[in-house]
């Protein structure tokens, strides 16, 4: 595990931080309300509400923000694992696969538990000198625990070169 998980962690729970790098880094997030609401080594959860910038015409959250909170959902576990690295590590999302169940009208929560994979991943890129790919799975339930949606995201790592 990255020494500066902890560090990472504290990064995201303050408030006005992480409103901060989303503003900057993904304002689309931002907007539609997307939150992490849970942040471990080895799990994390997310959330987007309905509301007016995230809905669909049909009554619902729109899909591409359902997507967007699954993949913040993997996301930010590789964030965990690759904050700080000596030698850097970069990430990339190479793949999606989504299945859809139920329709999103509340708070839908997604839960990712592929921390230990996704760091598992990251280490083996540096010991490889190669990129290494890990498949994330994340699903969103509704409040009352039933599945809407069920995301499979695949993450490249590489071990990033150093100039001379």
């Given at each position: 595990?990255?020494?500066?998980?902890?560090?990472?962690?504290?990064?995201?729970?303050?408030?006005?931080?992480?409103?901060?790098?989303?503003?900057?880094?993904?304002?689309?997030?931002?907007?539609?309300?997307?939150?992490?609401?849970?942040?471990?080594?080895?799990?994390?959860?997310?959330?987007?509400?309905?509301?007016?910038?995230?809905?669909?015409?049909?009554?619902?959250?729109?899909?591409?923000?359902?997507?967007?909170a699954a993949e913040m959902s993997t996301g930010v576990l590789g964030l965990m694992h690759v904050y700080k690295r000596d030698p850097a590590v970069s990430m990339l999302v190479v793949g999606m696969k989504a299945d859809y169940y139920k329709k999103a009208v509340g708070l839908t929560t997604f839960t990712c538990e592929d921390g230990q994979e996704i760091s598992d991943a990251v280490e083996r890129s540096i010991l490889a000198k190669e990129s290494q790919t890990v498949i994330a799975k994340s699903t969103g339930t509704n409040d009352k625990g039933e599945l809407v949606a069920e995301f499979q995201i695949t993450w490249s790592f590489k071990m990033k070169n150093k100039l001379s």
């Amino acid at each position: 595990m990255n020494i500066n998980s902890a560090a990472f962690v504290k990064l995201v729970k303050h408030p006005l931080k992480f409103r901060i790098f989303l503003l900057t880094k993904l304002p689309s997030a931002l907007f539609c309300g997307v939150r992490v609401s849970e942040i471990h080594p080895t799990i994390s959860k997310v959330t987007v509400p309905y509301k007016w910038f995230s809905r669909n015409p049909f009554r619902s959250t729109y899909f591409a923000c359902l997507a967007m909170a699954a993949e913040m959902s993997t996301g930010v576990l590789g964030l965990m694992h690759v904050y700080k690295r000596d030698p850097a590590v970069s990430m990339l999302v190479v793949g999606m696969k989504a299945d859809y169940y139920k329709k999103a009208v509340g708070l839908t929560t997604f839960t990712c538990e592929d921390g230990q994979e996704i760091s598992d991943a990251v280490e083996r890129s540096i010991l490889a000198k190669e990129s290494q790919t890990v498949i994330a799975k994340s699903t969103g339930t509704n409040d009352k625990g039933e599945l809407v949606a069920e995301f499979q995201i695949t993450w490249s790592f590489k071990m990033k070169n150093k100039l001379s």
